[in-house]
């Protein structure tokens, strides 16, 4: 089950889309369909078949947009997290090799097209949060147990937009 938490920049960002698929592009698309149509023989009209796939699409993301926001609660920064990992948190760790990875934890639907967010339901997220600076983590994942360090964490103070 995916925990329903969203940083408050993701939501606008997930607002965002849906609004410009609803209010721009969709009325364009349904424009395309019609003319299309009004041409003729649907069977054989590559614009046609082509935008009408497109509606679909759009409407498909629509309804998925609109029920993630509904069930979405989004998460400010508190002053009072600075020095720990919680929700939204950018984290640099380093493991005994010295691999130093950066990562911020996020919500499930924020995750998509970042490799540098990690889900807030991951093994990394969820051996990460509540830690505080210089402090060891185990890390529990099927492929086996690893061991990191976190060397510095921090906030986007910005994402309140």
């Known amino acids: ?8 920049g993701g939501y606008h960002k997930l607002k965002d889309e849906l609004d410009a698929l609803w209010r721009q592009e969709r009325p364009e698309v349904t424009r395309k369909v019609t003319w ?9 009209n590559a614009d046609y078949q082509y935008n ?3 509606l679909r699409e759009i409407d498909r993301r629509v309804r998925y947009l609109r029920k993630c926001l509904e069930r979405l609660k989004a998460i400010d920064y508190n002053p009072e997290q600075e020095g720990k990992v919680f929700f939204g948190a950018w984290v640099e760790i380093e493991n005994e090799d010295g691999k130093t990875l950066i ?8 995750i998509f097209g970042r490799r540098d967010y990690i889900s807030v339901d991951s093994p990394m997220a969820r051996a990460l949060l509540g830690k505080s600076e210089d402090d060891e983590v185990l ?3 099927e492929a086996g147990q690893f061991e990191w360090w976190i ?3 921090w906030y986007d103070t910005t994402d309140k937009l």
Do not use: W
Request: no cysteine; glycine share 6%; charged share 35%.
């Open 151 to 153: 060397n510095r964490i």
């Open 52 to 54: 009408k796939k497109r």
């Open 103 to 110: 990562l911020r934890i996020v919500g499930y639907d924020e």
């Open 36 to 44: 299309a149509a009004s041409l003729g023989d649907r069977s054989e």
């Open 139 to 141: 890390v529990h994942t």
């Open 1 to 8: 089950m995916k925990t329903p938490l969203i940083t408050r």
